[in-house]
């Protein structure tokens, strides 16, 4: 039975900035990594950031493209590295909605559990909870589902740690890590262009002054992006001195 997952730090960095990119919606990812042999503790070591399918507010969809985009990414590393690495888990946040896994969260989780491997995690980030002094605070969890004798489900809170990636031999995989923090630069624009796309494509040919307008609010959205997410994701690459 699953007791403890480790993270690299840049993992844990990484799902943090990818959940901070929005307090409206919530966002998914996998996990990537490996069990040890009785498959009591997992080790990830990256991720696979995925653009939403469904943008809607609480709400994520997993596409089944998503999980084999997973697979894939899983088994180059595999290769790269000769280890065993496998996609292990999965991420997702509760933007301002408290922490605990929903009815449909733990459903997903148990066909995880069921299909893909039994230690399979998913990790919930709490991200923009509102503190009683006015505080925002991030908070993480890691859970498996357990079916009670009722047929009833209910989560398993896993102990999670975060460990400096320097601890241990693991550089392309830290590599392909650092990688996703370029693709969650690149989703944040493709989610924008699809939604201007899809503004542009429900106008008239004539309709030349909505046209402007959705260009305008496109690059002010794109100015945006870059003031608030893809500078500071860019500076919390900087290493510290
Ligand atoms: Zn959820």
Known sequence: ML???????EVYKLCCLHAYTTDSEEIMGLLLGLANEDKTRLFISSIVITPRKVKEDSRVE????????????????????????????WYHS???ITIPPSHVDLNTQLNFQKYMDKSFVGLIFGSYQTLH????????IAFQTEVLK??????????????????????CMVEHCLGQFTNLCKTLIEE???????AQSNLLPDQILGKIHNLAVHNKTL???????????????????
Request: net charge neutral.
């Open 3 to 9: 007791k403890e997952v480790i993270l690299l730090e």
């Open 62 to 89: 997993i596409d089944p493209a998503i999980l084999l985009q997973g697979s894939e990414a899983a088994e180059k590393l595999k290769e790269e590295t000769g280890k065993p690495i496998q996609c292990i888990g």
């Open 94 to 96: 509760h933007p301002k």
């Open 133 to 140: 002094n006015h505080c925002v605070r991030t908070e993480a």
């Open 150 to 171: 009722d047929k009833q489900r209910k989560e398993r809170i896993i102990t999670m740690t975060v460990r400096p990636s320097l601890d241990y031999p693991v550089k």
């Open 192 to 198: 924008e262009k699809r939604e201007y796309d899809q």
């Open 223 to 241: 100015t945006k992006l870059m003031e608030l997410y893809i500078d500071p994701i860019m500076a919390s690459l900087v290493p510290h001195k």
